[in-house]
């Protein structure tokens, strides 16, 4: 049995992304323009899983342009998308050092004993450090 094409409007509320939106990742290419039956958009079954599919790259932090790069992959069948998914693999890896070396430094900074943090032995030391690299360097040290 074939499923029934949707309009924009089925679209959205199938998928909870508001008309404007899908109408601007079609602009930009990262969702296939769809057939049009009397000039009114009608998308096939599997743009529901597409439309998915950019939400999840869109929260994994993937930009317009790297969404749009995937999707010139996906419909040229290279495998370019392998490359930008490691590539923002080790952003987030970058990041989620990042964010790991921040929160060590604020556990450190409310378990100190001392009122004022400039009282901390080894906050010279800390801020020596990072003013040489980053936030997770000075905690190495």
Same mark, same amino acid.
């Given at each position: ?5 949707? *309009?924009?409007? &089925? =679209? ?7 008309? /404007? ?5 079609? @602009? %930009? ?33 993937? *930009?317009?342009? &790297? =969404? ?7 419909? /040229? ?5 392998? @490359? %930008? ?57």
């Amino acid at each position: 049995m074939r499923r029934e094409r949707s *309009t924009i409007g &089925e =679209l959205a509320r199938r998928t909870g992304v508001a008309t /404007s939106a899908l109408r601007y990742w079609e @602009e %930009l290419g990262v969702l296939p323009a769809p057939a049009r039956v009397s000039g009114r958009r009608r998308y096939e079954p599997s743009a529901v899983v597409l439309v998915g599919e950019i939400l999840v790259l869109r929260d994994a932090g993937f *930009t317009r342009s &790297e =969404l749009k790069a995937l999707a010139v992959a996906r419909s /040229s069948g290279d495998d370019g998308r392998r @490359e %930008l998914h490691r590539r923002k693999l080790a952003e987030l890896d970058r990041r989620i050092a990042s964010a790991q070396a921040a929160r060590t430094a604020i556990a450190h900074a409310l378990d100190r004993p001392h009122e004022d943090i400039h009282a901390c032995p080894t906050f010279g030391g800390v801020v020596a450090a990072r003013l040489a690299g980053s936030l997770a360097e000075a905690h190495a040290h």
